[in-house]
């Protein structure tokens, strides 16, 4: 009786293009309809079970049906390193004023704040496998963080299985 309901924001699937390999961006609302890719017009089905309809929940990735997901703080760490290094160079000048005190007042206001943008950024969840990226409506509370062991059980399961093209970007 339950229709699938829209969820609240489309999903953005940011991932490798089946057709032409391009990383591109296609935005999920409901139902399963094909998505075209922006880049050469080739149409992807993306896979999403009834739990993303019904609840909003990843639970396979809807690029290559890999079923282990993780996720992570959608933080990009060169916005962190600026801003540390902002802090940093701010305390210097502070210091060389009005005394060293200011740089270590300096550098531990620009970590409280570097803290406070961590946990204010939403999260991310990503492949194992194809790496595609999921953001926005999803349910990411049942998905796990990072597993090291898992990722490199599936790295070693694609190295041994079909033969994958060596370009995909050597992520940490
Ligand atoms: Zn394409
Ligand atoms: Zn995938």
Redesign the pocket.
Known sequence: MSAPIAPRTPLAVTGA??????T?EWKVAAGGAPIL??????E?LLTLGDSFFERGALDRCAVCAERHLYRQKDFNQTTGCVIMAIGAITGLILAGLYGALWLWAVLLLTAALDAVLYRLVPEVVICYRCKAHFRGSADLRAVPPFDLQLADAIEGRMGGGMTMPPESPPRR
């Open positions: 293009c089946p057709a032409c390999r391009r591109v890719c922006p880049a050469c017009g080739a992807t």
